[in-house]
């Protein structure tokens, strides 16, 4: 072994062991849910009710506790994120065959939500401490290929429209959103958050997700609290959040007996289930995430300590650490990372493929991504779930 494989697998090992003393295991996960709460209460109060499906107060309950603990004046819960951002696409009106921006890096979920509107992608770049859409590389893009036609903005090389931008808050760490936003009101673009990793993150003292013309929201199991799987979109739009309503439940006009349907809507509302679980996920949320800033600083200082690059949050803004991710500093050194970290028990992953090399959208412009595929290479996630024990013991509801 040369030497440099030799301080390689020191650091890895050293990685791998504060990993295991933060959680207190040998098997260490990358994130599981805390239930920790109200939870087996509320779902046995659910099922007690008859009203598991998608009518019930649970699901009113916990879209009033998102929207005040977001700031965000309406808050309508969906069957998961990915349907969430597929019924805000309609709502800032994409159309089949427009095209929304986006970025690269960020999970398909958001490419599909795209793909189900029947828009076409269009990729620019990140910013590398942010890991978000680039605020510098959107106005490039726009100044080089978009023209406005009656206050609408248009692809000169496509010819088609571009309709809206979905700007996503990587692991948690809030994007250059404030710069997106005013980008895109130079050409009359609607932004749509991706805030499905953003719940308790902050720009300044003012939520991700209320950025933006309307954002969404994701309670997967491996999300900072979850519902099972759901979903929600937030707006301070009245009309915007009534039709929200509307479209996620089958476009029903409201009617005593009779069905009638005034247009083409989806079977997307929570159940009353999976909202019950969330309004217990809500009621410890601000004590998750003082663990999660705990388990972050814990690890900074760690990674300072050996000389490895952890990804803070950018300044004047507050992170949720959904994810923690490290940079490193090749292909060859992630993967062996990634090889050295799982086969010991140490859940890793690397960020995601870029959506520009996978089959589907392998056809889709772009600006180059060279940021993209900088972090592509390099940046992994580590372990940073709510360890055992660290949240403060809670005191059950009594009935
Ligand atoms: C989790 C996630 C979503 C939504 O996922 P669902 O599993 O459908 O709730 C959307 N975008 C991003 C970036 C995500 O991480």
Not at 118 to 146: E, I, K, N, W, Y
């Amino acid at each position: 072994m040369n030497v440099h494989l030799q301080e390689r697998a020191f650091t890895f090992r050293a990685i791998v062991d504060f990993s295991r003393s933060i959680y207190g295991l040998d098997f260490v996960t990358l994130h599981r849910p805390v239930f920790e709460g109200n939870e087996r209460q509320y779902l046995i109060d659910c099922i007690d009710s008859n009203f598991v499906s998608s009518v019930g107060a649970r699901v009113t309950e916990f879209e009033q506790q998102v929207a005040a603990f977001t700031g965000a004046k309406y808050a309508v819960a969906t069957v998961n994120g990915t349907a969430a951002l597929h019924v805000a696409l309609r709502l800032v009106d994409v159309l089949p065959d427009d095209e929304v921006i986006t970025q690269a890096l960020t999970f398909i979920a958001t490419c599909n939500a795209l793909s189900y509107a029947g828009a076409h992608p269009v990729m620019v770049d990140v910013d590398r401490d942010t890991l978000g859409m680039s605020p510098a590389a959107l106005r490039q893009f726009l100044a080089r290929h978009a023209e406005l036609r009656d206050g609408r903005a248009f692809n000169k090389s496509t010819g088609r429209r571009l309709a809206a931008c979905v700007p996503m808050h990587t692991f948690g760490f809030p994007c250059r959103i404030e710069e997106i936003v005013s980008v895109c009101d130079e050409y009359g673009i609607a932004v749509v958050e991706d805030a499905a990793e953003s719940l308790g993150s902050y720009v300044g003292k003012r939520h991700t997700g209320t950025f933006g013309k309307l954002a969404t929201l994701s309670f997967n199991g491996n999300k900072v609290i979850t519902t099972g799987g759901g979903g929600m979109i937030i707006t301070d739009d009245a009309a915007l959040a009534t039709h929200a309503k509307h479209l996620t439940t089958t476009a029903k006009v409201p009617h005593p007996f009779e069905f009638v349907h005034d247009e083409v809507g989806y079977n997307y509302r929570l159940p009353n289930l999976n909202a019950a679980l969330g309004c217990a996920q809500m009621e410890r949320l601000p004590e998750m995430l003082a663990v999660k800033a705990d388990v972050a600083r814990r690890y900074a200082e760690f990674f300072d300590s050996i000389g490895v690059t952890v990804v803070r949050a950018p300044e004047g803004t507050t992170a949720n650490y959904w994810l923690n991710a490290i940079v490193l500093g090749s292909l060859q050194e992630r993967d062996a990372f990634l090889e050295f970290t799982n086969s010991r028990g140490v859940m890793t992953r690397p960020i995601w493929r870029l959506m520009t090399r996978l089959a589907m959208f392998s056809q889709c412009q772009h600006d180059g991504l060279a940021n993209s595929l900088w972090l592509e290479d390099r940046v992994v996630n580590i372990p940073s779930s709510v360890p055992d024990g660290a949240l403060p013991p809670f005191n059950a509801k009594t009935l």
